[in-house]
């Protein structure tokens, strides 16, 4: 596939989905091909399926047709899916996607398992949005869709600073900018900008946090009673992770917030020694090298010495 009209031929009725909790990346990738779509392509119905947009997503063109969940019914040509490098992870779409006629994959994942008719993978690009870009004419890319685009690529490398980020990378953002985007107000709003309570629940897992392994490791927890007395959920504690890698001598950095009882969302990432793509495989997620994610049953406890563990062998 070297042009997204390859896969809409033929095509009247499509989905667009994320994976479950999204992130800036997903969201932004997603967001962007529905933008494209409806202004390139109208004869088109598409629809977008996502979890709830987190707040600081609001500026995004079209955000508010985002279909939070999804009649047993419905049917459509084709799904095509962006950011998701397997099915379990897959969002409110469900049992949608396999009942497709045809079925296409997006996204920049090393652990992507090929889950589509279609897959295109790009696992040396920064973000799905980044892979998304590749697919478009440039010269139909409105700025309804680029601000969707720079979006993904300013949450996925971190504002331009992991190593996923290339010359190619860059060069993508400036055309981008372009088109007119307010890509200061992006970066401020959906990236750094926190709120009070934000700023509280990230002091407080700094302060909490326990270093391992001589240093080279670092980890931080939020139990489900830290979560409720604080008023936050997922969505709000983004930057906690990539706080505790910046610690002076880390090479990992791990970060477990509990989603129900004894059952832990992982993040992991790394500054170059260790591979936590493969860390996180060992417990059924995945990822990139520098950057994946988890899920582990048990205590907190039990989680981190399982981590350490496999972390320790890689170090």
């Known amino acids: 596939m070297e042009r ?48 709830q947009p987190g707040q600081v997503f609001s500026y995004i063109p079209g955000i508010e047709n985002v279909r939070t969940a999804c009649s047993p019914d419905a049917a ?16 409110v779409i469900g049992e949608l996607f396999s009942r497709a006629k045809k079925t296409v994959c997006i996204d920049h994942h090393v652990s992507n398992t090929g889950y589509a ?40 490398t971190g504002v331009f600073q992991y190593a996923t980020t290339t010359p190619k990378t860059m060069r993508i953002a400036a055309d981008l900018m372009e088109t007119g985007i307010a890509f200061h107000k992006i970066i401020e709003e959906s990236f ?60 990992v950095a791990m970060f477990l917030y509990e989603l129900d009882s004894m059952n832990y969302k ?18 059924g997620g995945g990822g990139h090298i520098r950057a994946a994610g988890c899920e582990i049953k048990g205590t907190a406890y039990d989680a981190i010495n399982n981590l350490t ?3 320790e062998e890689l170090l």
């Open 192 to 251: 750094y900008q926190k709120t009070y309570i934000q700023n509280q629940v990230m002091g407080r897992v700094l302060a909490e946090s326990i270093m391992l392994l001589g240093g080279a490791c670092i980890a931080g927890v939020l139990r489900k009673k830290d979560l409720i007395f604080y008023g936050v959920s997922g969505k709000d504690l983004d930057g906690i992770i990539s706080q505790l890698r910046l610690t002076k001598g880390v090479e």
């Open 4 to 51: 997204i009209e390859e896969v809409l031929e033929q095509v009247n009725t499509l989905a667009i989905a994320g994976h479950i909790r999204p992130d800036g990346d997903c969201i932004g990738s997603c967001m962007g091909l529905y933008n494209y779509i409806r202004e390139n392509y109208p004869a088109i119905a598409v629809d977008v399926y996502l979890e």
């Open 266 to 283: 992982v993040s992991l990432r790394s500054n170059g020694k260790v591979d936590v793509n493969k860390v996180a495989s060992y417990f």
């Open 309 to 311: 563990r496999q972390i």
């Open 117 to 156: 008719d279609i897959n295109w993978v790009q696992s040396q690009s920064s973000s799905a949005a980044e892979v998304l870009y590749t697919l478009l004419d440039p010269a139909k890319i409105s700025a309804r869709t680029a601000a969707c685009i720079y979006t993904g690529i300013v949450h996925d």
């Open 76 to 91: 459509y040509d084709e799904i095509i899916a962006l950011d998701l490098s397997t099915l379990e992870r897959l969002g």
